[in-house]
Structure formats: C-alpha cells, structure tokens
C-alpha cells in the first residue's frame, strides 16, 4: 500500500490547514486511517483516526475540538482540518494505514503503512 500525503506547509498561529492522505488501490482491507505527528527528539504521537466501516472518529486531547478528520471510501482518501494552530503544532505529520488481507475469505496477515511524512511549521 501506497500513501501519498498532501497539505503541509507554512501558516501562521491561528490558521487552518487541511491535510489529505489518499491510499493506493489494492486487495489489502483498509479497517483505519489516521495522522500521527512527530517532532524531533519526541514520540510519534497519534493526532486523529477514522475507521472505513462506520467512519467512528478519534480524536487526541491536543486537537479534540478544533479539528475534523473525514474520508473518501471510494478514492481511499483521508482528510485532516485542523483550526486554530499554534506553534505547538509544528511537527511532522505521518498518514497511518491498518488493515489485512483476506485467507480464504478471512481476515489474515494484518499490517500497518506509514507515509513519508508532510511538514506543517505554525509561526507565531
């Protein structure tokens, strides 16, 4: 599976930002997509998830409230919005892909993919 991460960049504090992750097609399932962030000398930390059957969303404390994550089931894209950034945000935002394949018609061979990464800088 293929992630291709769009929507970083420069803003300022109190900007907006959308961020897109759109998966490669293929037979892999796809149960989760999310964002998780990660600046340097720190742990990569989870933003925000969707799941594709029900689109139940989750949310870290440090956005819960200011941010949206949405999906497109029929392009394999996530959307992340996030309001009101402040320089905290700065980091490195990574698209996670979990899921599995199918065994003879069950699930089996469950994996994760990651992205290379988007930069978001929030000034101050």
């Known amino acids: 599976v293929r992630l291709s991460e769009a929507g970083g960049g420069l803003v300022q504090a109190g900007d907006s930002l959308t961020l897109s992750c759109a998966a490669s097609k293929s037979a892999f399932r796809i149960t989760v997509m999310g964002w998780y962030r990660q600046t340097p000398g720190k742990q990569r930390e989870f933003v925000a998830s969707?799941?594709?059957?029900?689109?139940?969303?989750y949310y870290a404390d440090s956005v819960k409230g200011r941010s949206t994550i949405s999906r497109d089931n029929s392009k394999n894209t996530i959307f992340l919005q996030i309001k009101d950034l402040n320089p905290e945000g700065t980091s490195a935002y990574y698209c996670?892909?979990?899921?599995?394949?199918?065994?003879?018609?069950?699930?089996?061979?469950?994996?994760?993919?990651w992205g290379q990464g988007t930069q978001v800088t929030v000034s101050s």
């Open positions: 969707i799941t594709s059957s029900d689109a139940t969303t």
């Open positions: 996670n892909v979990k899921g599995h394949n199918l065994c003879e018609g069950y699930p089996c061979d469950f994996k994760e993919y």
